[in-house]
């Protein structure tokens, strides 16, 4: 009987530790450890799939109350144009003629630009008088103020951007 109750803690022994470790004083604190760590892992593994979770809002996500369509905005501030909210974020280029000037070139105006939707980003640079498109809205720069003048240069807190829905005839 004796015999058996060994074998029995020599493969109880085996199944946590190495060999060599059965019988040594830590052999019992190292299974428990082993056990401990089992667990912790299938825990962690089970929660995975919830780390994943992301909640959509269903109006777009931007800092700030954005203006109403139509209003002259400057950089950084967001005006909503149908269900999007669009944001002026830089001067990529301002090449227009000035006012004050002949030019055998209009130029033009690009503005980078950052559309949000209901759990979606998009930036596009966006010139004036065109539209952009992306999913299922369409966005144009109509108008841009104040006008270039040879001097002084404006600074990019001068500007105020219109955007609209390109796709509303109004």
């Keep these: 009987v004796g015999n058996r109750s060994s074998l029995r803690s020599v493969s109880t022994c ?4 190495t060999h060599s470790d059965c019988g040594k004083p830590g052999a019992r604190y190292q299974r428990a450890m082993n056990r401990t760590a089992k667990t912790l892992a299938a825990i962690a593994f ?11 809002p269903d109006s777009p996500n931007v800092e ?5 369509q139509g209003t002259p905005v400057p950089l950084g501030q967001p005006v909503l144009v149908g269900d999007v909210a669009v944001t002026a974020k830089r001067i990529v280029e301002d090449s227009r003629c000035p006012i004050n000037a002949r030019c055998v070139w209009a130029g033009r105006l690009i503005v980078e630009t950052r559309i949000d939707g209901a759990g979606w980003r998009d930036t596009a640079n966006i010139t004036l008088g065109e539209s952009y498109g992306t ?5 144009a720069l109509v108008d841009a103020g104040p006008d270039k003048m040879t001097s002084p240069e404006l600074q990019p807190g001068q500007y105020r951007f219109t955007f609209a829905d390109a796709k509303d005839p109004g």
Excluded: D
């Design 46 to 56: 089970l929660a995975l799939p919830l780390g994943g979770c992301v909640v959509v």
């Design 14 to 17: 085996a199944r946590f530790v």
């Design 64 to 68: 700030g109350r954005p203006w109403a």
């Design 135 to 139: 999913h299922g809205q369409v966005v």
